[in-house]
């Protein structure tokens, strides 16, 4: 029997475990409340993958993965949120990718 998991020996967490875990549920928290808001990004018939995929990189700091991961799910879903973030930080973002021709909004993400 000493072969088996501590966790069957003893199974309550430990209270490092547990303030690990709080650690976490409060991070959590202040990031739904310091980050309001959401840039998305808007599917067309216009713009080409590769010129998404620059945007993305260039505008949002993405990488090359990141931002052939978000074209692809703006194309398949129609929209997409490729940051969150607070309304000053993302505006000169939506419009950097607007002048560029890609459709982009700011919504303001809603409480759960």
């Not at 310091?34 to 010129?51: A, K, R």
């Not at 194309?75 to 607007?98: F, M, N, Q, W």
């Amino acid at each position: 029997m000493d072969s088996m998991p501590d966790l069957l020996h003893n199974p309550r967490p430990s209270a490092s475990a547990l303030e690990k875990h709080q650690e976490f549920e409060d991070t959590d928290v202040l990031t739904a409340h310091d980050n309001p808001f959401s840039l998305i990004v808007w599917n067309d018939e216009v713009n080409t993958f590769e010129w998404v995929i620059e945007t993305l990189i260039d505008v949002c700091g993405q990488s090359q993965e990141q931002a052939e991961q978000c074209a692809m799910l703006i194309h398949t879903k129609g929209k997409y949120a490729v940051k969150r973030g607070s309304y000053d930080e993302l505006k000169p973002l939506c419009d950097a990718i607007t002048d560029r021709g890609i459709g982009a909004t700011i919504e303001i993400l809603s409480e759960s």
